[in-house]
């Protein structure tokens, strides 16, 4: 039973930094492309970020780059996402996924997701 389980989610002032872990529970982490998504209430989800299998390409929404950072330690199983220069409309529910391919901005091609974890930015 494969599962992801993020955390390091909370409140934070806007400017701030804010580090998501994601603990994936996935046999051999680097055979698997890793993303980040977001999701506001009454909407869907939005790409964040995504890192190749072999971590060394990534991808990022417009809205982000720049500021956040995805990475991953395949000896710890787990994939991160460094929020830097927080803005309040970064408030949202942060999801980790997992997919047999990399770099995909499409959810629908995610195989795994973790239950996600609240980001509420203040001004």
């Known amino acids: 039973h494969v599962q992801l389980v993020e955390s390091g989610g909370g409140l934070v002032q806007a400017g701030g930094p804010l580090r998501l872990s994601c603990a994936a529970s996935?046999?051999?982490?680097?055979?698997?492309?890793m993303g980040w998504f977001r999701q506001t209430p009454g909407k869907g989800r939005e790409f964040v970020a995504a890192i190749s299998r072999s971590g060394g390409n990534t991808d990022y929404a417009d809205s982000v780059k720049g500021r956040f950072t995805i990475s991953t330690d395949n000896t710890k199983n787990t994939v991160y996402l460094q929020m830097n220069s927080l803005k309040p409309e970064d408030t949202a529910v942060y999801y980790c996924?997992?997919?047999?391919?990399?770099?995909?901005?499409?959810?629908?091609?995610?195989?795994?997701w973790g239950q996600g974890t609240q980001v509420t930015v203040s001004s």
């Open positions: 996924a997992a997919s047999a391919q990399s770099l995909l901005r499409n959810e629908a091609q995610y195989d795994y």
């Open positions: 996935l046999r051999f982490l680097w055979r698997y492309g």
